[in-house]
């Protein structure tokens, strides 16, 4: 699954994670982890199983905190114009 990992600020890691590949990541701060395939990445955070990211193709962006997890809105384009009902 395509993912990319921001810790402190910093992109740490931007690629493939091939099934069962694991990687560990460290920060005081912040860790951001962002994937194209939420079903395919699992994610342990302070020790506890946070479960699979979401769902089949899912992009699907999680930040960590030193205590907690949030899950970013998705932010509106600026660029794109809505299309009026009717």
Do not use: C, H
């Not at 993912?3 to 402190?8: G, H, L, N, S, Y």
């Amino acid at each position: 699954s395509f993912t990319r990992v921001f810790v402190d600020g910093v992109l740490d890691f931007e690629g493939i994670l091939k099934p069962g590949e694991r990687r560990d990541y460290f920060g005081v701060q912040t860790a951001e982890v962002t994937t194209a395939n939420g079903a395919g990445i699992r994610v342990v955070f302070n020790q506890r199983d946070q479960g699979l990211m979401g769902s089949f193709g899912e992009v699907v962006t999680w930040v960590f905190t030193p205590n907690a997890k949030s899950t970013p809105l998705p932010s509106v384009d600026p660029t794109t114009t809505p299309v009026p009902d009717g």
